[in-house]
């Protein structure tokens, strides 16, 4: 009895080895097919969905941010190519680039359209471009148009004299009943205007800026935002403190009154040239980026609360981290995502100042992540802001970079691409 009952419990023993070995095995196999999985989606993460090619009718240098529709096409436009003076382009989620309207050589429908395009529920475009148009000046000085779905161009108004704006280099805002409001650099007293566009094309100017404390050059890139009581917000480059003159963040009432949030001072503790755009949490809070200052000289994330409080969030320090952060923010799930213009820990196409990053900043912890370095030619200099997806994709644009050749860009004439989450 006693051997037997041995035998067997030194069986149970045995074969419970055999099965615990098996499991081991088996999550071990498990482990290694999910790391290789792991490994592989993080070479993959970056995609180039297209490279813009010079000479074929595409575009070349994207400076915009995309739109993205419901059914996932993104839109955008290039500053150059096509017939010459940039172009208004769809790709569609097989990667297939349709150019949607080429602006003429002549520029009367105005050219180099550095702003993105939004859209309105019957899926017409709406954009900018910096000159071009029938305004004063041998290029004229910008116009606002509306792009239908058969591929025509309406210009909705022409820039040129000095009460309406010139320049307009910022992207549109559309309201629930039709309203475009944007920005133009220069014009109005002579340092840039806010104005309104109704849907039957008159335009006004809600206000202009002076160059003293209220500020000059309102949002060179990106475009303003509202809350739901119609506010406007956004930033100028420079002015405010004339000691200074390094920018502010402002907000205007429907009214046309303009209040200054803050003002940078350009100090270590504070940045300078806030270019780009705003982004706003639920609870009031903005968030942007400056192209210059912080602690390093290399830029900074800011905050500002509902009580004009401006707090530096993140001071970029150069490479490997990034610098200049010329495009404005996206907002998700707690964290802020955008692009630095150059810096990155890839430095053999571009040099000491690196093609660009893009990057993660957690707002609990005020960690930032580098999510990808830009390496040249697979796209160098991003300068819109992102778009992210439902899956957390991230799509961008880059100026550079690209299998085509360019003969105008060296590292080639730029890309659309896909980081995956």
């Known amino acids: 009895m006693t051997s037997t009952s041995t035998t067997l419990h030194s069986e149970g023993v045995h074969n419970g080895c055999k099965r615990s070995l ?116 041998e290029e004229g000085y910008g116009i606002v148009y509306k792009l239908d779905k058969a591929g025509n161009l309406t210009v909705l108004t022409n820039f040129g004299s000095l009460p309406n704006g010139k320049y307009p280099t910022a992207g549109l805002r559309r309201d629930s009943v039709g309203n475009l409001y944007g920005t133009t650099a220069e014009g109005g007293i002579g340092y840039g205007n806010v104005f309104k566009l109704d849907p039957a094309g008159t335009e006004n100017v809600l206000y202009s800026f002076t160059s003293g404390f209220d500020g000059r050059y309102p949002i060179v890139y990106g475009a303003l935002i509202a809350d739901s ?68 000289g290399g830029g900074t994330v800011f905050k500002v609360d509902p009580a004009g409080v401006e707090t530096v969030i993140y001071n970029f320090a150069g490479p490997p981290d990034g610098y200049t952060p010329t495009a404005g923010l996206i907002l998700a799930v707690g964290n802020l995502y955008g692009t630095t213009n150059y810096g990155g820990r890839s430095m053999q196409s571009c040099g000491t100042m690196g093609c660009g990053t893009i990057f993660k900043l957690n707002l609990n912890t005020g960690i930032e992540k580098v999510l990808h370095s830009f390496r040249g ?45």
């Open 22 to 137: 098996t499991s081991v095995l088996k999550i071990l196999a498990l482990l290694t097919v999910a790391f290789l999985a792991a490994q592989s989606a993080r070479a993959q993460k970056y995609t180039v969905l297209y490279s813009f090619t010079e000479g074929g009718g595409d575009g070349v240098s994207p400076a915009s941010r995309l739109f993205r529709d419901s059914t996932g096409n993104l839109y955008g436009t290039t500053r150059y190519g096509g017939l010459g003076n940039g172009t208004i382009f769809k790709l569609d989620m097989a990667g297939t680039e349709s150019v949607l309207y080429a602006f003429p050589g002549d520029g009367t429908q105005g050219l180099d359209p550095e702003a993105g395009v939004i859209s309105d529920s019957e899926g017409n475009l709406y954009g900018t471009t910096v000159q071009g148009g029938m305004g004063a000046g």
């Open 229 to 296: 009581d119609g506010n406007l917000y956004g930033t100028t480059a420079q002015g405010g403190d004339p000691t200074c003159d390094c920018g502010t963040v402002f907000k205007l009432s429907p009214a046309g009154t303009l209040t200054v949030l803050h003002t940078f001072t350009g100090g270590p503790g504070d940045g300078l040239f806030p270019v780009s755009g705003l982004v706003r949490d639920k609870a009031g809070n903005l968030y942007g980026t400056t192209q210059s200052g912080g602690t390093t």
């Open 377 to 421: 030619r697979e796209g160098a200099f991003p300068r819109g802001s992102l778009v992210r997806d439902e899956a957390g994709n991230l799509y961008g644009t880059a100026l550079e970079g690209g299998a085509g050749k360019c003969r105008i860009l060296y590292r080639g004439c730029g890309v659309v691409f896909k980081l995956a989450p």
